[in-house]
Each structure stands twice: as C-alpha cells, then as structure tokens.
C-alpha cells in the first residue's frame, strides 16, 4: 500500500500568514491527490482535487501544487475560520489511503 | 449537488454486526460510485471501500477481510455497509461520499453527515 506522510502534523499560525501543508507518497501517484479541511465536529469538506485544482464554492486563498511524490496545499493568507485538520488523500490505486492530518491553529 | 443522508447512530456489543445506510439523492442510482471512510474517535480519516452501481461490486481494504460487506439497492437509491465480528477498535464515525466521475477511483466529493457506531460491552 502507498503510504502518504503528511506534515506538519499540528500547526499555529496568524491571521494573514501564507500556511503550507505537505504530503510525500511512497510511490509516483501522478496528480491523484485531493486535499480535505474537518472543521471541529463537522464532515470533511473537499477542497482540492487532482494535485492543484480548486473545488467549486472553495475560496482562492487555498490552492494545491505537486505531483509524482510531493504534493503540497497551500492558504495565501490566512483567516479565522480556516481553523480545521486538513488531510491529504491519495487515489492513484487501491487502497487509497489519507494523510496522518494537520491541526491549524490561529497564534 | 448530491446529497447523503445516512441512518442514526448505533450502539453494538463485540462480537455482534451493524449495518449503516446512506441514501442518495441523485437522479439515477447509477450516477455515482459511493466509498465509505471512517474515523475513529481523535483520529484521522480511513478509506474502508466502495460500491459501483454500474459493476455491482465492490472493493474495500483488506484488513477487514470476510467482515465487511458494502452492497446497495438501487430502487431505493441506497448503499450499505455491514460490519461483523466487532471489536472496540472499529468504533468510529462512519461516512459515506460519492467519488468525482471518470476514474475507477476518484476524489470524495459529496458527503453524508455520519454515523456514529460505538462498540461496547
């Protein structure tokens, strides 16, 4: 199975910043990464989907790059309610598998 | 947008089976592949499996070997996922969500709201 790292596993950071979130794979998974934000109690929400494209309704502050091995999303600026557990999925293959996720805080 | 609606929460003794539904609001039942992930309490996101209604099969990871079952009826637009044999491990919160079109695997667009399922004595 692919395994996917993802880090940082928590993060804090302050409204405005730019954030960046990575996800390594084991193995070359081409484009077939999508990128989900859990807020607190509520269901994932999808927001990027084949490595780097943006879902509808989803602000342009997030945006997703990378392919092969190396996958990142990234929030130009960020805002309060980014608040969430951000996840990397892969779904290149069977099994698809998730990142580990990262906890964003606001400083 | 589809929408999910999945069944009520569950309280299941070890070693018993549950059953979780998730119906769809799409126009036709063959619209969509639906996965199934779960998430156990504190953790991270876990893809479980798959059901297409076009194939009628389904895949699902092999760590569940003969205890799983993902199935679906189409006249009522409404997949399942049964689970024996259960442990305290498998309590978590589990989801259902359409996959994009195009790929036998996709990204997970649409999701329902969860079912709780707690395994206890």
């Known amino acids: 199975d692919i395994q996917v790292t993802q880090s940082p596993s928590s993060l804090s950071a302050s409204v405005g910043d730019r954030v960046t979130i990575t996800c390594q794979a084991s193995q070359d998974i081409g484009k077939y990464v999508s990128w989900y934000q859990q807020k607190p109690g509520q269901v994932p929400n999808l927001l990027i989907f084949d490595a780097s494209t943006l879902e509808t309704g989803v602000p342009s502050r997030f945006s997703g790059s990378g392919s092969a091995t190396h996958f990142s999303l990234t929030i130009s600026s960020l805002q309060p309610e980014d608040v969430a557990t951000y996840y990397c999925h892969h779904y290149d293959h069977l099994p698809p598998t998730f990142g580990q996720g990262t906890k964003l805080e606001i400083k | 947008q589809v929408q999910l609606l999945q069944s009520g929460a569950q309280v299941k003794k070890p070693g018993s089976s549950v059953k979780i539904s998730c119906k769809t609001s799409a126009k036709t039942f063959n619209d969509y592949v639906v996965a199934w992930v779960r998430q156990a309490p504190g953790q991270g996101l876990e893809w479980v499996g798959r059901f297409s209604p076009v194939s009628q099969s389904s895949n699902f990871v092999r760590k569940f070997g003969g205890r799983l079952t993902i199935t679906a009826d189409s006249h009522t637009k409404t997949f399942f996922l049964q689970l024996s044999s259960l442990t305290s491990e498998d309590t978590a919160i589990y989801y259902c969500?359409?996959?994009?079109?195009?790929?036998?695997?996709?990204?997970?667009?649409?999701w329902g709201q969860g079912t709780l399922v707690t395994v206890s004595s």
């Open positions: 969500a359409t996959q994009g079109k195009g790929r036998f695997l996709q990204y997970l667009q649409a």
